[in-house]
């Protein structure tokens, strides 16, 4: 008897030996593969396990092993590479192989449910049924009508035959003497195809080129494009190539709000079927998505950081857009990166996969550099829009108000009196990030996690944006109880107070965590501002990743040196690519942008370095400065985690 290798959703870092459940038969057994999900006892209770291998022996003794409570699918849900990307994903990362495995099947389907049928439900004669000569069942005038039907057709739609007069009785009848049998068919899909594309310039077409050529083989691509330099458009028509050949296509995105803008471009080029992936679908939506990408229905699947283990039985190519930005990264829980899982399974399904930034990663740049990935430039817009103008705003005694100097509001004022539009970057939510004790100091930190609390005004909360704690304003200190509490700092909520003062007569659009809450926030949001009408855009990095609003004649960086300083070996990377993506957003029109940035430090020569050179070029210098450092991607550091509710056991175990 062959013993069954399961995953289980548990912290243990093992899989665990099963005996096949009392009373399968052998065809059953037979047909049992990697993939299948069974119900298994484990302790007191029962866990929905995934079947991984099946082997002939076990570390332990027979006598030792428990059989499994039920077999739950008939036939695998996903493929063997799959399988085999979730093993590699928990032996990568360290990290227990059930809670891997889990991440490959929507959450409906982690309970052990059943997967519901696609499709519509047909009727069928059985191998018995199909026995019965004409004219027999003659006792059941309604079972001799309804077996004449299904002798004439290999299946008929379950409708049919109601409106013809069957009952779902009379089936069910028929279905208890094996003569019928029920299945859900899809109908027959038409071709995926694309619809008319834009004319690609000589830079484009040198790109597609060598892309087109890679499918049907595992090769990885960096595509290094400024801006608005048209890599949407390079997407769109490989992508166009693989669906041509009857292929889906993986395309993962950083966030949820790219997600709107991002689907209507890709139904409105592509007569095919066009699923999402992401945290803000229901989960009946998830499931139903996931199955039709599971089927093969789905041409093209587009998602954030979990969708990267869907499954996709025709996987033909996988593009990773932004893929320097940090939330590919799972930073709690089963913690990955989704670029990096994507590139091995691009190598467990021979597959291309196409890296795409205007500020790449320098770890993905010195792959390129070194000749393990292929590089393709496009170092110019496309049309006729031109990268914009760079300067820095001196804020040494300069009056502030909410962060805002004279100079960036006279620009903002002039921005809107031309009729363009002004986007304002501030990356800290909320309205200050501290509040303090004016007599004696005491400043309001979480409980949870000694991170300081920001102060939310307009909620009168006071949130922990580390671990999401929150507890109300509190209006005397927590030491003194003195009522002379003063915020410190800037954050989105705030500045808007004083934009909508300001700026009484223009549209204020504050984008934010906060103020993007619904799932149909970002969507309107995008809508509004394509109008063209001039309006404030003010928010978060949110801002900056992907939007294409060509309206925008001027962006402004409140606080640049937030920024410019952090202990982080990475700090500088981040800040160049943060300041280059929000300045790419200006001048994707017509007319030529600009960008202010605000400083109290404009000689720092980093910001000199983003003033003076493209990233292409300071990134080629911050790997220079790691090489000669050790660091990565020329070295390794290593992070030693430890949790405890305790700090100071926590502390003391970290130290020995």
Known sequence: MPILRLALPTPLRRLFDYLPPAGISNDELTQLRPGCRLTVPFGNRELTGYLVEMVEKSALDTEQLKPAVAVLDAAPLVETALL????????????????????????????GGPAPALGEPHWALTHQGKGLPEGALKRSARQAAALA?????????????????????????????ALVAREFRLPQPEPATANASLALNPAQQAVLEPLTAALGSFSVHLLEGVTGSGKTEVYLQWIAAAVAQGQQALVLIPEIGLTPQTVARFETRFNATVVVLHSGVTPSERLVAWQTATSGRASIVIGTRSAVFTPLPKLGLIIVDEEHDASYKQQDGFRYSARDVAIKRAQLTSTPILLGSATPALET??????????????????????????????LRKQPLRAGLSPALVAAVEETLAAGEQTLLFLNRRGYAPSLQCHDCGWIAQCMACDARLTVHRRQRQLRCHHCGATTGLPAHCGDCQSSHLLTYGLGTEQAEDFLASRFANWPIERVDSDSMQSRTAMSELVERVNTGRPCILLGTQMLTKGHHFTGVGLVGVIDADALMFSPDFRGEERMAQLLTQVAGRAGRGTTPGRVLLQTHHPDHPALQAMLTESYHDRARALLSQREATGMPPFGHLLVLRCDSVNAQAGEAVSYT
């Open 149 to 177: 039907m299904l002798q004439s057709a290999d299946s008929i739609a379950e409708q049919a035959l109601l409106d013809a007069g069957v009952s779902k009785a009379v089936l069910r009848t028929m279905q208890d003497k």
């Open 84 to 111: 085999d990307l979730c093993a590699w994903a928990a032996r990568y990362y360290h990290h227990p192989p059930g809670e891997v495995f889990v991440a490959a099947f929507p959450q409906k389907l982690r309970k």
């Open 365 to 394: 740049l010195h792959n390129a550099l070194s000749g393990r990935y292929h590089h393709h430039r496009l170092p110019t817009r496309a049309g006729a829009s031109t990268l914009p103008d760079l300067k820095a705003i001196d």
